[in-house]
Nanobody, 124 residues
Framework: QVQLVESGGGLVQAGGSLRLSCAVS????MGWFRQAPGKEREFVAA????????GYTDSVKGRFTISRDNAKNTVYLQMDNLKPEDTAVYSC?????????????????????WGQGTQVTVSL
């Protein structure tokens, strides 16, 4: 396991933007998940360790972008055109180990390291 440090959450009006950051110690496949009150944790986006491939849940396609800067050991989630239903605690996750440069992972149980979570609240 590794330590992950998230930042960038906050309160924004519908239609606005936020960028989440996740600092990680090495080049691992990474994912973002979210959990709203009373709901199960859900997959949001994931990226391979090389950054060459990425995937999204349908509800955020065209609005969210996952990216990484391996020189800075940081993974980002750019969230545009935010909606009230995006309100949740967002957590980044890492799948530590050596993997293909093109694989990304969408299931929470495939990740072994998690950040503390950051609150994103979208108001009307």
């Amino acid at each position: 396991q590794v330590q992950l440090v998230e930042s960038g959450g906050g309160l924004v009006q519908a239609g606005g933007s936020l960028r989440l950051s996740c600092a990680v110690s090495n080049r691992y496949p990474m994912g973002w998940f979210r959990q709203a009150p009373g709901k199960e944790r859900e997959f949001v986006a994931a990226i391979s360790w090389s950054g060459s491939t990425r995937g999204y849940t349908d509800s955020v396609k065209g609005r969210f972008t996952i990216s990484r800067d391996n020189a800075k050991n940081t993974v980002y989630l750019q969230m545009d055109n935010l909606k009230p239903e995006d309100t949740a605690v967002y957590s980044c996750a890492a799948k530590t180990g050596i993997y293909s440069s093109v694989y990304y992972y969408q299931r929470a149980n495939e990740y072994d390291s998690w950040g503390q979570g950051t609150q994103v609240t979208v108001s009307l």
